[in-house]
């Protein structure tokens, strides 16, 4: 069980990663929540069993610097869609 929700955390980090590069990346919020979910579950029931693994510290690690990444983008980005139409195209003399 607690192998599923480390697969699970990491591939939603891996996702909200793939999602941070495109101009929808508000998206990715809900992938890093469902990873930040999934990474505390497998915490949870790694300290249960009294064996903390490494896996599960990074996949929890991983979805916290992707959530990071993401308020970062958040706040600093500015997502300007400029129309083709209103842009001058100039020619170079090559």
Known sequence: MKIIFVFLAT???????????????????????????????????????GKTKKIVQFAFIFTIVVLVITAYKSIFAKNDIVNPKTLQITRNGF
């Open 11 to 49: 591939l939603a980090s891996i996702l909200a990663i793939m999602l941070l590069g495109l101009l929808i990346y508000n998206l990715e919020i809900v992938s890093s929540v469902a990873g930040l979910t999934f990474g505390l579950l497998a915490f949870y029931l790694s300290k249960k069993n």
